[in-house]
């Protein structure tokens, strides 16, 4: 890790030519489609994002990621890609993108896009040439097609299931009209696994990368990164024997699972690496790979992918142990590995984390696997929610998150300490997580309804119509205009906590600092920057120091629970 860059802290300036410049990036998913909807259709848009650029500088990050934006019939939002490289026309043209990127890149902002390779939609090209040739084509060759098992194929190669429920096989029609072969789709139907045994696919996502590259992206977040590489040699394992391992995402910890997180998968990175430092400043890249944490390190070392999400506080309740282990432990892997640590509360898969710590402690979430249904995680019980204890919560994870080395992703919304949409009639959901589990799976169309701009009129001042996805009466408290300039609201909290952090922000070095209570987690940084958090209830002394910022009012001199201050 080269010390002159990261010691520097992150003012504009340095940011654009530091090729360092991911390593405590404060980084803002942005999902394009309820974000900011400039012509009035529903869906946020390209030319919405542009003209909220002010907003973001404002905001104070680092950089933007943008969920998928590609053509796309939007049968898992946009994760469901036609075409790699062109913008969705509903979302706007390249001209568009090219315009956005200067303009976040004028604000000292930088611009990862989400890139999809595990599986394209059944809308691309390739797939349709796929349905058209025949059996052993070479087009049939760019995805994993399999005959039927039974007398006549009639059953799928095997009882797998997809992450969002129903069979991970689907059958074709072959041209002639006769029922054929099968597909392999981890994922959603629309979405068919592609052949990465294919030499065709690696080249052409090579070129995805240039092509991007070249229009001023600036980074990738690499979709299911841990799921590219497969070995499907016959027989196949049996759904339960693939289960009794791992009931999630996370594969063998010997790497033998047929298809989530085998070793070959880190050749494809390699050759990526290479295209990434093609660039100067080499472009990054963030791989989500929900694995086993023994395995993480491998997706961001710096041959590879460079960065990897690392989902443990997000998985976490809002406990000090916990995130005493998990922050512990995370920053000797990154130390260990010459990576930087990430960390994330919340994102477009997960019910948002001012609802999460409303619920019971422990139930809120459902772990990983818990109810074998992988990591999705479950809606919140209305009635068990207190959405005051959980934003509060919230905003102390946020700003203890915020004095943690590394790289702190935040998701759309969560700077207005936004809850997750409970209320969603049946009828307007889009999650085939939903459709496919018989609504047993509430689903992530929670945490992707549009966001509220404004108090009043339409769409909250999303757009000029009604939003994609319905957003209830109370968005209207989380408004941007409700909170602008506010003291004490969430978005002046954000702001305040992102402007000290690119002030204050060095390299990997925490010192935790003994309390003498167990709720009390206190840790200092470089320049005398101290944290503190009460995960407890009751008042706490603060520690001595100028209070520079605090997540919620301070009781008579004291931390109050549930809540952090930064101290100097
Ligand atoms: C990732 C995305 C999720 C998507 C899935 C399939 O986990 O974050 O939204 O549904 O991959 O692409």
Same mark, same amino acid.
């Given at each position: 890790?080269?010390?002159?860059?990261?010691?520097?802290?992150?003012?504009?300036?340095?940011?654009?030519?530091?090729?360092?410049?991911?390593?405590?990036?404060?980084?803002?998913?942005?999902?394009?489609?309820?974000?900011?909807?400039?012509?009035?259709?529903?869906?946020?848009?390209?030319?919405?994002?542009?003209?909220?650029?002010?907003?973001?500088?404002?905001?104070?990050?680092?950089?933007?990621?943008?969920?998928?934006?590609?053509?796309?019939?939007?049968?898992?939002?946009?994760?469901?890609?036609?075409?790699? %490289? =062109?913008?969705?026309? $509903?979302? #706007?043209? +390249?001209?568009?993108?090219?315009?956005? @990127?200067?303009?976040?890149?004028? *604000?000292?902002?930088?611009?990862?896009?989400?890139?999809?390779?595990?599986?394209?939609?059944?809308?691309?090209?390739?797939?349709?040439?796929?349905?058209?040739?025949?059996?052993?084509?070479?087009?049939?060759?760019?995805?994993?097609? %399999? =005959?039927?098992?039974? $007398?006549? #194929?009639? +059953?799928?190669?095997?009882?797998?299931? @997809?992450?969002?429920?129903?069979? *991970?096989?689907?059958?074709?029609?072959?041209?002639?009209?006769?029922?054929?072969?099968?597909?392999?789709?981890?994922?959603?139907?629309?979405?068919?696994?592609?052949?990465?045994?294919?030499?065709?696919?690696?080249?052409?996502?090579?070129?995805?990368?240039?092509?991007?590259?070249?229009?001023?992206?600036?980074?990738?977040?690499?979709?299911?990164?841990?799921?590219?590489?497969?070995?499907?040699?016959?027989?196949?394992?049996?759904?339960?024997?693939?289960?009794?391992?791992?009931?999630?995402?996370?594969?063998?910890?010997?790497?033998?699972?047929?298809?989530?997180?085998?070793?070959?998968?880190?050749?494809?990175?390699?050759?990526?690496?290479?295209?990434?430092?093609?660039?100067?400043?080499?472009?990054?890249?963030?791989?989500?790979?929900?694995?086993?944490?023994?395995?993480?390190?491998?997706?961001?070392?710096?041959?590879?992918?460079?960065?990897?999400?690392?989902?443990?506080?997000?998985?976490?309740?809002?406990?000090?142990?916990?995130?005493?282990?998990?922050?512990?432990?995370?920053?000797?892997?990154?130390?260990?590995?010459?990576?930087?640590?990430?960390?994330?509360?919340?994102?477009?898969?997960?019910?948002?984390?001012?609802?999460?710590?409303?619920?019971?402690?422990?139930?809120?979430?459902?772990?990983?696997?818990?109810?074998?249904?992988?990591?999705?995680?479950?809606?919140?019980?209305?009635?068990?929610?207190?959405?005051?204890?959980?934003?509060?919560?919230?905003?102390?994870?946020?700003?203890?998150?915020?004095?943690?080395?590394?790289?702190?992703?935040?998701?759309?919304?969560?700077?207005?300490?936004?809850?997750?949409?409970?209320?969603?009639?049946?009828?307007?959901?889009?999650?085939?997580?939903?459709?496919?589990?018989?609504?047993?799976?509430?689903?992530?169309?929670?945490?992707?309804?549009?966001?509220?701009?404004?108090?009043?009129?339409?769409?909250?001042?999303?757009?000029?119509?009604?939003?994609?996805?319905?957003?209830?009466?109370?968005?209207?408290?989380?408004?941007?205009?409700?909170?602008?300039?506010?003291?004490?609201?969430?978005?002046?909290?954000?702001?305040?906590?992102?402007?000290?952090?690119?002030?204050?922000?060095?390299?990997?070095?925490?010192?935790?600092?003994?309390?003498?209570?167990?709720?009390?987690?206190?840790?200092?940084?470089?320049?005398?920057?101290?944290?503190?958090?009460?995960?407890?209830?009751?008042?706490?002394?603060?520690?001595?120091?100028?209070?520079?910022?605090?997540?919620?009012?301070?009781?008579?001199?004291?931390?109050?629970?549930?809540?952090?201050?930064?101290?100097?």
């Amino acid at each position: 890790m080269s010390t002159t860059a990261t010691l520097a802290t992150l003012s504009d300036s340095n940011l654009a030519a530091d090729p360092n410049w991911w390593r405590q990036a404060s980084v803002y998913q942005i999902y394009p489609r309820s974000f900011s909807d400039s012509n009035g259709d529903g869906l946020g848009d390209i030319k919405g994002i542009t003209a909220k650029v002010p907003y973001l500088k404002e905001l104070g990050i680092d950089a933007v990621w943008l969920s998928p934006f590609y053509p796309s019939a939007l049968a898992d939002g946009g994760y469901d890609v036609d075409d790699y %490289r =062109d913008v969705d026309p $509903k979302l #706007g043209t +390249l001209e568009d993108f090219a315009e956005m @990127s200067a303009a976040l890149h004028q *604000a000292g902002i930088k611009l990862i896009a989400d890139i999809v390779p595990n599986h394209s939609s059944d809308r691309h090209e390739w797939f349709k040439e796929a349905l058209a040739a025949p059996k052993g084509s070479a087009a049939r060759e760019r995805y994993i097609f %399999r =005959d039927g098992l039974g $007398k006549n #194929g009639e +059953l799928p190669p095997s009882d797998w299931d @997809s992450v969002f429920g129903g069979p *991970a096989w689907e059958r074709i029609t072959e041209p002639d009209g006769t029922p054929g072969q099968w597909y392999l789709h981890i994922f959603a139907k629309e979405q068919p696994d592609l052949n990465w045994a294919n030499r065709e696919i690696r080249d052409d996502f090579l070129k995805t990368l240039r092509f991007w590259s070249d229009r001023g992206v600036d980074g990738f977040r690499v979709d299911v990164a841990h799921a590219l590489t497969k070995d499907l040699t016959e027989p196949l394992l049996s759904k339960a024997e693939l289960t009794e391992a791992n009931t999630g995402t996370d594969g063998f910890p010997d790497g033998s699972h047929p298809f989530w997180d085998r070793d070959e998968v880190h050749e494809i990175y390699a050759e990526w690496r290479e295209v990434f430092n093609e660039y100067n400043p080499p472009r990054t890249a963030v791989a989500e790979a929900w694995v086993h944490a023994t395995r993480r390190a491998r997706y961001a070392s710096p041959q590879g992918l460079g960065q990897a999400f690392n989902f443990d506080l997000l998985q976490a309740d809002f406990d000090a142990e916990e995130f005493q282990e998990i922050i512990t432990r995370n920053l000797a892997e990154a130390k260990a590995t010459g990576a930087s640590s990430t960390w994330v509360f919340s994102n477009h898969d997960v019910v948002r984390h001012a609802t999460r710590y409303g619920l019971p402690m422990g139930g809120g979430v459902h772990a990983k696997g818990q109810d074998g249904k992988g990591w999705l995680l479950a809606g919140a019980p209305a009635e068990e929610l207190d959405t005051e204890l959980g934003l509060r919560r919230a905003r102390a994870a946020s700003l203890l998150m915020l004095a943690l080395p590394g790289s702190a992703y935040l998701y759309q919304g969560e700077e207005l300490g936004l809850q997750e949409v409970g209320e969603i009639p049946d009828a307007e959901r889009q999650d085939p997580a939903f459709f496919r589990n018989k609504g047993v799976e509430i689903g992530r169309d929670g945490c992707r309804v549009p966001l509220p701009w404004a108090t009043e009129g339409a769409s909250f001042g999303f757009g000029a119509g009604d939003a994609h996805l319905p957003q209830p009466e109370w968005f209207s408290r989380y408004a941007v205009d409700a909170q602008d300039g506010v003291e004490g609201s969430t978005l002046e909290l954000y702001r305040k906590a992102l402007k000290l952090r690119r002030e204050l922000q060095t390299a990997e070095e925490l010192e935790w600092v003994e309390t003498g209570n167990s709720q009390v987690l206190q840790f200092s940084r470089h320049g005398g920057w101290q944290s503190v958090t009460n995960f407890g209830a009751e008042p706490v002394e603060l520690p001595a120091g100028e209070v520079l910022l605090s997540s919620g009012p301070l009781a008579a001199g004291k931390l109050p629970g549930n809540t952090t201050a930064w101290l100097r």
